[in-house]
């Protein structure tokens, strides 16, 4: 499993962005069966969790991000993206894209956001 992780950005305090994650390698069937989810590390913090999209169509959003943030998947497409709207300073990260099947598990690369005051 490949995961590319794109959309990141520069934005100010208040503006929206879109991240996407591409899963390559997958045939369709393991990407319907697979949960992915997005977590991002500031400098100096540790890697967290902030919304997850299970197979069996379970969302999750950490307390933060609730009602700003958006996850969403496409299992034609095998994709997985992130609206992320009112953004705010504290959502400074890097944001990356990771995927669990079968108790395996796949990260992408991560994507740099940065909002500015």
């Known amino acids: 499993v490949q995961l590319q992780a794109s959309g990141g950005g520069l934005v100010q305090a208040g503006g929206s962005l879109r991240l996407s994650c591409k899963a390559s390698r997958m045939i369709l069937s393991t990407f319907w069966a697979t949960d992915f989810d997005w977590y991002r590390q500031a400098p100096g913090k540790q890697r967290d969790r902030v919304a997850g999209t299970s197979r069996d169509g379970t969302i999750y959003y950490e307390d933060s991000v609730k009602g700003r943030f958006t996850i969403s998947r496409d299992n034609n497409k095998k994709s997985v993206s992130l609206q992320m709207n009112s953004l705010k300073t504290e959502d400074t990260a890097v944001y990356y894209c990771?995927?669990?099947?079968?108790?395996?598990?796949?990260w992408g690369e991560g994507t740099q956001v940065t909002v500015s005051s």
């Open positions: 990771h995927a669990r099947h079968a108790g395996i598990d796949s």
